[in-house]
């Protein structure tokens, strides 16, 4: 799977392509929202308003609004459980 991030002007966007299916993408969104991971601080999850998956697998972006770094990004997904084949 490739992560690619990117900065936007509402925030962050991730596309992730290759081996990426969009229900791993969604739970990993899920699993953010609900507080069931420790991927990302609660600092920089205060500052994402909305996050949209969207796409198919093989191509899914997923779009952070807020006002997020890419480097903040970055760092919640080498971490996450989730999209790095560990379990949860």
Same mark, same amino acid.
């Given at each position: =799977?490739?992560? /690619? ?20 993408? %969604?739970? =990993?969104?899920? /699993? ?5 991971? $420790?991927? =990302? ?9 909305? =996050? ?6 093989? +191509?899914?972006? %997923? $779009?952070?609004?807020? $006002?997020?770094?890419? +480097? +903040?990004? +970055?760092?919640? %997904? ?6 790095? /084949?560990?379990?949860?």
């Amino acid at each position: =799977m490739n992560k /690619n991030v990117f900065k936007t002007g509402e925030g962050v966007k991730i596309a992730f392509t290759g081996s990426v299916e969009k229900q791993n993408i %969604l739970k =990993m969104v899920e /699993n953010c929202a609900t507080g069931s991971c $420790d991927c =990302m601080s609660d600092e920089t999850k205060a500052k994402i308003s909305n =996050m949209e998956v969207t796409g198919t697998d093989g +191509e899914v972006n %997923l $779009d952070l609004t807020g $006002d997020v770094s890419k +480097e +903040e990004i +970055e760092t919640a %997904l080498s971490r996450s459980k989730v999209i790095n /084949n560990e379990k949860c």
